[in-house]
């Protein structure tokens, strides 16, 4: 049975540091997967359709690197989803029988996908049909997405948990509404979002990298023809993860406006709500356009959530205290009924389930001692907003420039655009890390959205433990991405192997 406790302080800190760096690690894996896939499936099928050795050579290139990070990939995704067993089993348990839905299904059924047709991919060519291995390269690709799709559905879920009801008797969450949680709003958002945005590091990926051979003067026509490809991957992804990041404000202003709020540094909002660019420069009304479409929506600040508001449309929303004294009965009120039943009151324990579901939208507030606790870092999440929308902003820049110098048939010569290039490598990186700190920072102190802190979620482990397997991560994940870089380097600097070569350069 799940044992709610609230956790010590230290032991809280370093569980949620190995978690953040464990998906920290993992994230850097993931959206290239996504993005080359999508590369390498273009130039593939070009290669099927114009017959030209060129292009088969080219999608082998890619397809090296794509394995290369793939691997390595998988690698920390199986630490990230034993961790939720070993590092926050009270969690597992209070919400298990939802949670691990969507990620066994990824496992039965995508992962599988992706390790089938993966074989195919590397090892085919040559011994099946083009349009065999054609399919068994999109299927590779399709399969790392149905992936991110039920893995992002039990993110979603964490974000806005719906489609469910809690059992006194088990202590459990229990799922009854299977297409509510795997196609609520909030995860059909977060899923174009998070998969276009791994279009976009795949995508400025193979820009950068075709730059550098641009920088070199080496494989030219190889270099320009992989870049138009990275830029229409890279165009679909900013589009997109624009248009969804849209989205995904209109489900924080709904669901978790503490988020949206700390995103903002709003202390106090109200209606037309002003959007701060940097401390001290703010643009009239946009964040109320942004939350809410409407230029005079009303939009809470952090102040107006701890002490209570009234939504425009007359629905009144408890302040802080309320909702914590509120949680306390509904926690008093479980003691009692189990208590009562364990007993054999029935009537003791009809009361006692009564309260307790009269109360138990607030079960998670039970565990906060103040309306401080609800208030997440928010220096953090406020630049880490920054970081992403500045970094994005300058990649479409980087991507005008790249399209508007090919127009021209100046961007071979033109060695600050090189580097410019090259720059997008890490800009795009910075810029995906910087968003998913804003999604999971700025849910705290939730585990789960107003269901479960995380003080109530962790497993009861030593301090020493967990500090140990930290360091022990750190350096294995450290020493794997290390790994990685040096044979994508080596891959990279030797090169494509073309066996048609043209003198024609483009």
């Known amino acids: 049975m799940l044992t709610l406790l609230n956790a010590d302080a230290a032991l809280l800190g370093w569980s949620r540091a190995q978690f953040a760096l464990t998906a920290g690690y993992h994230w850097l894996f993931v959206p290239l997967t996504l993005g080359l896939a999508v590369v390498m499936g273009i130039m593939e099928t070009l290669y099927v359709v114009k017959k030209d050795e060129f292009w088969k050579r080219t999608a082998q290139f890619w397809q090296k690197l794509f394995g290369i990070n793939f691997a390595i990939g998988v690698a920390t995704g199986?630490?990230?989803?034993?961790?939720?067993?070993?590092?926050?089993?009270?969690?597992?348990?209070?919400?298990?029988?939802?949670?691990?839905?969507?990620?066994?299904?990824?496992?039965?059924?995508?992962?599988?996908?992706?390790?089938?047709?993966?074989?195919?991919?590397?090892?085919?060519?040559?011994k099946v049909g083009k349009k065999f291995h054609l399919s068994a390269t999109w299927l590779t690709g399709i399969g790392a997405t149905l992936s991110a799709w039920w893995i992002l559905v039990a993110n979603s879920w964490m974000q806005h948990p719906v489609g469910m009801a809690f059992n006194p008797d088990t202590v459990r969450n229990e799922m009854m509404d299977f297409f509510g949680v795997a196609f609520q709003s909030v995860a059909v958002v977060k899923f174009f979002h998070s998969v276009l945005s791994g279009w976009m590091t795949g995508g400025f990926f193979t820009i950068g990298v075709s730059c550098w051979y641009l920088l070199k003067k080496r494989h030219t026509q190889f270099a320009l023809s992989s870049l138009r490809v990275g830029v229409v991957v890279a165009a679909l992804g900013t589009i997109g993860t624009m248009l969804?990041?849209?989205?995904?404000?209109?489900?924080?202003?709904?669901?978790?406006?503490?988020?949206?709020?700390?995103?903002?540094?709003?202390?106090?909002?109200?209606?037309?709500?002003?959007?701060?660019?940097?401390?001290?420069?703010?643009?009239?009304?946009?964040?109320?356009?942004?939350?809410?479409?409407?230029?005079?929506?009303?939009?809470?600040?952090?102040?107006?959530?701890?002490?209570?508001?009234?939504?425009?449309?007359?629905?009144?929303?408890?302040?802080?205290?309320?909702?914590?004294?509120?949680?306390?009965?509904a926690l008093a009120a479980f003691k009692n009924y189990r208590e009562a039943r364990a007993a054999g009151d029935t009537v003791a324990a009809q009361a006692a389930r009564a309260?307790?579901?009269?109360n138990i939208q607030y079960f998670g507030y039970g565990y906060l001692e103040a309306a401080d606790d609800l208030v997440p870092p928010v220096p953090l999440v406020y630049w880490a907003f920054r970081v992403m929308v500045g970094f994005g902003s300058?990649?479409?820049?980087?991507l005008l420039l790249v399209v508007w110098f090919d127009y021209k048939k100046k961007l071979s010569q033109l060695r600050w655009m090189h580097y410019l290039g090259i720059a997008a490598i890490p800009m795009v990186y910075l810029a995906g890390q910087a968003g998913w700190i804003v999604a999971e920072v700025g849910r705290q102190p939730w585990a789960i959205q107003d269901l479960l802190p995380v003080n109530a979620a962790i497993s009861s482990l030593s301090v020493g433990a967990v500090m140990t397997t930290f360091f022990l991560f750190l350096a294995l994940f450290t020493i794997l991405l290390i790994v990685e870089i040096r044979i994508m380097c080596k891959a990279i600097k030797k090169g494509p192997e073309l066996e048609v070569k043209t003198a024609v350069e483009a």
């Open 78 to 126: 199986i630490i990230l989803e034993f961790e939720f067993g070993t590092n926050w089993s009270n969690y597992s348990w209070f919400v298990g029988d939802i949670f691990g839905a969507p990620l066994a299904i990824e496992g039965i059924v995508a992962f599988f996908m992706e390790a089938t047709f993966i074989a195919v991919m590397f090892f085919g060519w040559n």
């Open 244 to 329: 969804t990041g849209d989205g995904s404000g209109i489900d924080a202003a709904q669901y978790q406006p503490m988020k949206l709020a700390a995103a903002e540094g709003l202390e106090h909002g109200g209606e037309g709500a002003p959007f701060s660019v940097v401390p001290g420069i703010e643009v009239p009304k946009v964040l109320s356009i942004l939350a809410t479409h409407d230029p005079d929506g009303f939009v809470p600040g952090i102040e107006d959530i701890k002490a209570g508001y009234t939504l425009p449309d007359g629905t009144v929303v408890p302040s802080a205290e309320e909702k914590i004294q509120r949680g306390k009965q």
């Open 355 to 358: 309260e307790l579901d009269a």
């Open 394 to 398: 300058a990649l479409v820049l980087v």
